[in-house]
């Protein structure tokens, strides 16, 4: 039990003073702690170390009670907060939990590392007078038997220092546990009297490596106050700060009436000024009399600085001086206070104008300070929401001002970003292109943090790369947050992630966040979450590119709660897609690019700017597949709308249009024509006896040689306008002549004789020179011999003039010695329409030792020197011929081409449900149908349309399937939904249905 209880206010503790003055009794002041679940007032005079943690080095500060007359304190002297928690019977923040730090056993061994607690009385912060210190105890437990054992009071009585001589009373020596508490207590004569200041020490020992902690929870001090009454004074000294826009700033200095111990008279106040220091401080007092009947009086103090002048960052101290006198004493004295101001704008990286404005404005910032390199900035209050603004005018300033990391060229950086932490805050960046704004501390970033906040990020133009953690959007329950990436110019990206998520809009706690972009690029290292209030918008398709995953190694995955919402807005050109990415392309590795729908997501589906149009889209693609747990339509969506998740893709459409969930492909052998053989001069020979192979022997040249050409041309035109259609060659080439090594090349390629062009690959042939491999385009097909260049039959020059490097493309693999004699050579050359504007080809060219593969991406929107001269107008549109040629200069090259074969794909979208894997056609028409866990010899209802739209599917038929499970459709019967061209070159959904 407490022996004492403890004194909880100032007024009290006078009166008990003065009472007990009265009867020459001891007045008890204590610092004290308070015990679990206790009615008990308390002060928290321990204060709420919880923050603190283990073995981080963090010092407790010291802990002070004064009661008017004495101050009480209690110096830890650098022992180390052991855990951040009181445990036991004590509430947290109502003791101290100490390591002592040491390793002594003996109590020498304490007095020279310094383990001890200081305990002092002080009289003078009140302007009292001498007191005497009665006793002093202390109560305490030990935590476990991992810490110190011994503890003794010291105290320097002779004032030469600490030393095992001042030791007083005897050593305690504690038990494990809270059950094992004691309190030290001393009364004796060695404590200080009739003194100013008095200092007490606990010193502590006895484990060699303590590694456990003891608790400190009640220190007391019993003394007898001064003789005479006396007045204290509460703060002393007194420190103002003055916050702007303020231009002063009020303090309250509280007067005490101390009675004394022998006599207890009204204390008059005669003057009181502010009057030595720096200008700018007043002070100001309304009665001047306190006794018994009126214990307190307050002094204020005023610091003006249109007086002071101070500018931000700045102080001003002075003195306040009071004269009093105890009534019929006839004694004048004199009690000086120290007063200082701090003039501040605010702490540098809160920005402090209410009413939002430029970044690079000083003045919107604490202490006039723009913030940069790893400063935490908060934008918390805009009280009519007014954006905080960053542009192409801050650029200049950051730049200017060598505010930029690596120079002018480099980023603009800051450590966190806090937006909205309490209040409605909105920042915009504009700063143009290719400038990147990036934060740079590993801690959480929100938009809308704490309740009541309304936060809002708007990228407009320029980079914003968070690159370390990760944003959340709307915190906690109750707040509000918004990233709006709008501008072509824009790029938001998230450079890490914390447990696979890069991306959080809208906590589990149903803060209300949005995530929106209708332009720019948003690319992530790993995941998005989209929590119980949540929407995440995609507006049109404008975007460039929406990448969850793509930047950097780490899976992306997608995962959307309960009430949370996907919302997407189609416009004209259509709708941009959510990519999900697995990056390593290696399923059951880190997050695989799943997307998953929880029970209760929606889908908020919509025309963008008054555009309606019966179509489908993709509205996003998840590489591991999409995992639906039931994800339905948001309330208000119109019932023009479908969609489907299949495999890979969520699809939405509008108006009844089929929303095809993949691109199966019909390849098809081409038709061959015999070969022909092309010789300007006359010289060479040739023998071909059908399309699959020929032989020739190509005569000497010289520089000036028009060399021959072999070549194929068909009856018609391969459409290549739509992507996904295909033109492959495969053939075998065997030198049958040794080939010196001069400069010389083997190309072949495809051409179209409508227009005049050719896209070639070339191959250097060796055996010295050889192993390279290019791309060339050319605008001429047809050797310009007086026939203007236009194609004429018989009248080749192809690929031999007019070609250009067309500058991009990359090889892997080596062939060491090229074409040599009697090796087989197999090449595999292919066209693919891979984009609107976009062909890509590929040349595979393999010996019986080694690979060797050139790509080369041919960009048909470029308008640069090596392509547009050399592509016709609109791009390439068909090909309708392939050609070879030996390049050679000095000596004969004599070689055998054979199995050359011609395929062409075209792309065939399925009606969503349907379980086709494949569709191929052969030359006769038929096509068959390779269908997912088939059942062989079942009989299988065909249906099909020729215009995707499902209201009009169409019985073809009923067929059996093999035992492979596979159906073949006979070409009169599938006729009519094939084009007419001989390729598929119109869309065939087709759906099977098992006869049951």
């Known amino acids: 039990m407490r022996a004492w209880n403890r004194i909880h206010t100032m007024a009290l503790a006078v009166a008990l003073a003065g009472m007990l003055a009265h009867t020459s009794s001891a007045v008890s002041i204590d610092i004290d702690g308070r015990l679990a679940n206790s009615t008990e007032a308390s002060d928290l005079e321990w204060g709420d170390n919880s923050a603190l943690r283990d073995n981080k080095g963090d010092v407790p500060p010291a802990v002070t ?13 650098g022992r180390v907060w052991r855990t951040g928690y009181s445990s036991g019977s004590y509430d947290p923040g109502e003791e101290w939990n100490l390591k002592s730090g040491s390793t002594a056993t003996a109590a020498a061994g304490a007095f020279s590392q310094g383990a001890y607690i200081e305990i002092s009385l002080d009289s003078t912060v009140y302007a009292a007078g001498l007191f005497s210190w009665d006793s002093v105890s202390v109560s305490l437990w030990r935590n476990g038997t991992g810490a110190d054992d011994k503890f003794q009071l010291a105290i320097d009585a002779d004032g030469d220092g600490f030393s095992t001589n001042d030791l007083v009373g005897t050593t305690s020596v504690l038990t494990a546990g809270i059950t094992g508490d004691t309190t030290i207590t001393y009364a004796g004569t060695s404590l200080p009297t009739n003194t100013t200041t ?52 009020n303090g309250t200095i509280t007067a005490s009436y101390n009675a004394g111990s022998v006599s207890s008279g009204d204390i008059t106040i005669s003057s009181y000024a502010v009057d030595s220091g720096d200008p700018g401080f007043s002070a100001a007092l309304v009665d001047n009399t306190l006794g018994l009947s009126d214990l307190t009086e307050d002094i204020t103090v005023t610091y003006s600085n249109a007086v002071g002048g101070l500018l931000s960052g700045q102080s001003a ?57 790893d400063m935490l900035v908060y934008i918390d209050g805009s ?102 990436v709008t501008g072509p110019d824009a790029l938001f990206q998230i450079s890490r992630e914390n447990t696979g998520i890069s991306l959080v809009v809208g906590n589990a706690n149903g803060g209300d966040a949005d995530f929106y972009i209708s332009d720019g690029t948003v690319k992530t290292r790993a995941g998005v979450t989209v929590g119980m209030n949540g929407t995440f ?89 999409i995992v639906d747990n039931g994800l339905s339509f948001a309330p208000g969506v119109s019932s023009g709308w479908d969609f489907v998740v299949y495999s890979n893709k969520l699809w939405v459409a509008y108006g009844g249009a089929d929303m095809p969930p993949r691109s199966l492909y019909v390849d098809t052998p081409v038709s061959l024509p015999a070969w022909s053989l092309f010789d300007y001069d006359g010289n060479s020979s040739f023998t071909s006896s059908d399309s699959s192979g020929y032989s020739v022997d190509v005569a000497n040249g010289s520089r000036d040689q028009i060399f021959p050409v072999e070549y194929q041309q068909l009856s018609a035109g391969i459409d290549m306008t739509q992507v996904g259609q295909k ?35 070339m191959n250097d042939l060796g055996p010295i020179s050889g192993s390279a491999m290019s791309a ?49 050579n197999y090449f595999n050359h292919s066209l693919e329409r891979t984009g609107t504007n976009e062909l890509t080809m590929t040349t595979v060219w393999m010996d019986s030792s080694s690979t060797s593969t050139y790509t080369a991406v041919i960009d048909e929107s470029t308008t640069g020197e090596n392509y547009s001269y050399f592509m016709p107008d609109g791009g390439y549109e068909t090909f309708d ?60 209802v065909v249906w099909a349309t020729d215009n995707l739209t499902i209201t009009a599917m169409q019985e073809v038929g009923s067929y059996a399937a093999d035992g492979s499970g596979a159906v073949t459709v006979p070409a009169a019967d599938i006729a009519p939904y094939v084009g007419d061209t001989g390729f598929i070159d119109v869309e065939l959904p087709v759906t099977v249905v098992i006869d049951e």
């Open 65 to 77: 009670d004064g009661d008017g007359v004495v101050q009480l304190t209690v110096d830890p002297n």
């Open 198 to 249: 008095g200092v007490v020490r606990l010193y502590f020992w006895g484990n060699a490596s303590p590694s456990g902690n003891f608790h400190l929870y009640d220190v007391v001090a019993d003394y007898t106050p001064p003789a005479a009454a006396s007045i204290g004074f509460s703060p002393n000294p007194l420190s103002l700060t003055l916050e702007a826009p303020d231009t002063t700033v």
């Open 317 to 373: 101290s002075s003195t306040l001086e009071v004269i009093w006198t105890e009534d019929s004493s006839g004694v004048m004295n004199t009690s000086s206070i120290p007063v200082s101001v701090l003039y501040s704008a605010g702490d540098p990286g809160v920005f402090a104008n209410a009413a939002g404005g430029k970044w690079e404005n000083p003045a919107n910032w604490g202490a006039v300070l723009v913030p940069t390199n």
């Open 383 to 484: 009280a009519g929401g007014q954006p905080v603004v960053m542009d192409a005018d801050s650029w200049t300033y950051f730049s200017n001002n060598s505010l930029l990391k690596d120079g002018a060229t480099g980023n603009y950086q800051i450590g966190n970003l806090f937006i909205g932490k309490t209040s409605t805050a909105s920042l915009d960046i504009d700063v143009g292109a290719g400038n990147v704004v990036q934060l740079t501390k590993n801690a959480w970033r929100y938009i809308g943090q704490n309740s009541g906040s309304d936060g809002a990020l708007n990228l407009i133009s320029g980079t914003m790369m968070y690159d370390w953690n990760r944003p959340i959007i709307a915190n906690l329950s109750g707040s509000k947050g918004r990233i709006a």
């Open 537 to 625: 918008e995609v507006y049109g398709s404008a975007a460039d590119q929406i990448a969850i995953g793509t930047h950097g190694t780490v899976d992306g995955k997608w995962v959307t709660a309960a009430g949370a919402t996907l919302k997407v807005s189609v416009d004209s050109g259509g709708l941009t897609p959510i990519l999900i990415d697995e990056v390593d392309q290696t399923p059951g590795t880190g997050h695989d690019g799943i997307a998953t729908f929880e029970a209760g997501t929606f889908l908020d589906v919509g025309f963008a700017d008054g555009h309606v149009e019966t179509n489908a889209w993709v509205v996003m693609e998840a590489e591991g597949g």
């Open 727 to 761: 033109i492959t060659a495969t053939f075998d080439v065997e030198m049958n002549a040794t080939i010196g090594s001069y400069d010389k090349d083997f190309r072949f390629g495809f051409f179209d004789t409508t227009d005049n062009v050719q896209i070639i690959s």
């Open 776 to 824: 060339k385009l050319g605008n001429e097909i047809s050797y310009n011999n007086g026939n203007g260049g236009v194609f004429v039959d018989g009248d080749y020059a192809l690929l031999s003039i007019l070609y250009q490097t067309n500058g991009v493309g990359s090889s892997s693999g080596t062939i060491a010695n090229g074409l040599i004699l009697n090796e087989l």
């Open 881 to 940: 011929g392939f050609g070879l040629q030996i390049h050679e200069q000095y000596s004969s090259a004599d070689y055998t081409l054979s199995n050359f074969e011609l395929s062409y794909t075209s792309p065939l979208p399925a009606g969503f449900g349907y379980s086709i894997s494949g569709v191929t056609q052969d030359l006769l028409g038929d096509v068959t149908l390779t269908l997912s866990d088939a059942v062989p010899y079942a009989t299988y």
